[in-house]
């Protein structure tokens, strides 16, 4: 009887992966994409088509394991700074948004003659956006990290947010929900700030060093173990505290992306991430009850329409009041037109406590899956239907196996000066830029650019800089030099970086990414204006070098205190001028100072004595 059931288990993991290796490839072939392979994979060999599988709702509450650890690695990109700078996005336009679509689609409910509670419930759900499915979707398109993508990001971490007072909601709206105290409920939400708070803490002061303890046992299995703990742990917590897994595994990962393992645990957690993330997909599918929507097919495909259709209306509505171009807030409201897997947990909550009957929920979960199924090709369909913003690119070429030994990456003002003495001295240079009109120009005076954006691996490994024996970061964004530098040297760790630094900021992000050589753009060409404007009032050439050289070592010895200490130390070695006592003169004097009366022989002498 073991043999039998171990047979049969074995039999329903060989049909999930072959599910999902047939099924992928040829979507993508026909230009559909890997989740609607997975979702209409699931379909198949769900308990309502082949059978393979009687229960899938085991399966999707351990594939939902794969958005958590997709959204931990999306926290590893987005370090506290940056989240913080998102801030008017999460609690503004994100607030915004699920309030606009959470009215309207409740309004959609009651047109249709259902009662008001339920309808809010049945529109509160299909308000929470698919995570998996939009995360996926901005990962393929290279958008996580754009200012639109981060946008919608921070629209999902709200609605992430968002799940707690729903369910605080559907207990009060449920009968005898009201006779739930005031202090019950203040309860429940001080139990899920504590966790935040919590897991913030533990983050901050215990993870770096649980982290390095590890490492010095250079035993790589536990790194592994030790990263599916965090990130099993913060969703663990999360959950128990009344949160959303994925909000859990998210904060770990912010916490966690300014640490020195950052890159090992990526590399650690994508394989498990990827493979998970995929069998979600197919829970999602085998979750479809097909009876029910054969039974409701009318109901069904109307409220699927009226919901998305209302939904990204209201998207789209709030994009614009808040000054977004319209086609940013045309693509927005289709990729976030659908429900989500949040809605799950919100209807069976609400059937649990008598709002909906069994019926209605299983309804309700068809339409959101439906809903889920239909956004890649709303996608397909809007790409078709709107032009494209892109350049021309007539007589451009495009990075692909370039062998220079040398990679330029952007080839602005920075990059061209800085091309000469290497093309002087005849080595084989290779250049990528991503401004279609900059390479067209270049061309005119001689230049041969590629097309390319280094901030993406795929391209990096296109332009050659696997074979290269230097690369040279000249890009304008601080941002887009520090993504290159870390991408090099994670995934090219004994190639040479040297990179343009914006700004002094920028310059200690590229020391602490591992560069070898950094270069603020304005700090030469400001020494040398500083030493002619020496010059030019009468000063010595030998005293203006000298000087400059004074201003260069004192440049040194602060960068070094800011890289220890940070960006506000150091400030003893600037010189103001609102009369700042400065503890070291501006240059060393030539000759040790002479007492040329007695009062100053004895000033000299207790000078001497302190020192």
Known sequence: MAAETSGSDLIQVVALLAAGVVAVPIFKRMGLGSILGYLAAGVVIGPFALRIFSE???????????????LFIIGLEMQPSRLWGLRREIFGLGALQVGVCAVLLTGVGMAGGFPVSQSFVAGAGFVLTSTAIVMQLLEERGEIASPKGQRIVSILLL????????????????PGGADTSLSERLTEVGIGLAAIVGLVLAGRYLLNPFFRILADARAREVMTAAALLVVLGSALTMQLS??????????????????????????????????????????????????????????????????????ALGIYIVARILKTGHREALE????????????????????????IDNQANATLTAIVIISMVLTPLAIIALRRVTPRDKQSLDGVDVA??????????????????????????GIDVSIIDNDVEMIQAAADFGFKVYYGDGTRLDILHAAGAGRARAVLICVDKADAAVRIAQLIKAEFPLLTVLARAFDRGTALQLIRAG???????????????????????????????????????????????QLAKGIRAGQRFLRGNIGTPIPTPLSTPRRPGQALNEETAGVLHKSETAD
């Open 242 to 311: 009344g949160l959303s897994m994925a909000m859990g595994a998210f904060l770990a990962g912010v916490l966690l992306s300014e640490s020195t393992f950052r890159h090992q645990l990526e590399a650690d957690i994508e394989p498990f991430r990827g493979i998970l993330l995929g069998l979600f997909f197919l829970a999602v599918g085998m979750s479809l009850d097909l009876h029910v929507v054969a039974a409701n097919w009318k109901l069904i495909a109307v409220y699927v329409v009226a919901y998305m259709v209302m939904k």
């Open 159 to 174: 609605e992430d947010l968002a799940i707690v007072p729903l369910l605080a909601l559907i207990a009060f709206l449920a």
């Open 400 to 425: 692909d196996g370039l062998t220079g030994s040398v990679l330029i990456i952007g080839f602005g003002r920075f990059g061209q000066i800085a091309s000469q003495p290497l093309l002087l001295r």
């Open 515 to 561: 560069v070898d050589y950094q270069l603020r753009e304005t700090f030469e060409s400001a020494l040398v204006f500083g030493g002619s404007a020496l010059e030019s009032l009468g000063v010595d050439p030998e005293d203006v070098a000298e000087t400059i050289e004074d201003v260069r070592r004192r440049d040194t010895d602060r960068f070094e205190t």
């Open 56 to 70: 899938s709702g085991a399966i999707l509450h351990v594939a939902e394991l794969g958005v958590v650890m997709f």
């Open 332 to 355: 927005r409201a289709v990729f976030m037109a659908q429900g989500g897997e949040f809605a799950f947990v919100l209807y069976s909550a609400a059937a649990a406590v008598g709002i």
